[in-house]
Nanobody, 115 residues
């Protein structure tokens, strides 16, 4: 059974930084592709970043150059470092994992960028 639990969201001023964390439970974590997606009110869920088991990354256009995805396999953790945050980054951020043709989602954590 795979479970993903996000944390680290909150209110931050424009230009600030946040680090989101995702604690994963389940077997063979190091083989998973993991990622972050976000959804703002009235918008579709969109890709933020993914990271494969081999270390390849893919970033959505909105966070490229500002966000960094990483993982700690021994700890079963996924991170998203977000810098230079903008009001348009306000959304619920979801942790995602893909393994053996199955996709899993966390419950989401709210990020609000506002002065």
């Amino acid at each position: 059974q795979v479970q993903l639990v996000e944390s680290g969201g909150g209110l931050v001023q424009p230009g600030g930084s946040l680090r989101l964390s995702c604690a994963a439970s389940g077997s063979f974590f190091s083989f998973w592709t993991v990622g972050w997606y976000r959804q703002a009110p009235g918008n579709q869920r969109e890709l933020v970043a993914t990271l494969t088991s081999g270390g390849s990354t893919n970033y959505g256009h909105s966070g490229k150059g500002r966000f960094t995805i990483s993982r700690d396999n021994p700890k079963n953790m996924v991170y998203l470092q977000m810098n230079s945050l903008k009001p348009e980054d306000t959304a619920v951020y979801y942790c995602n994992a893909a393994f053996r043709a199955r996709i899993y989602w966390g419950q989401g954590t709210q990020v609000t960028v506002s002065s």
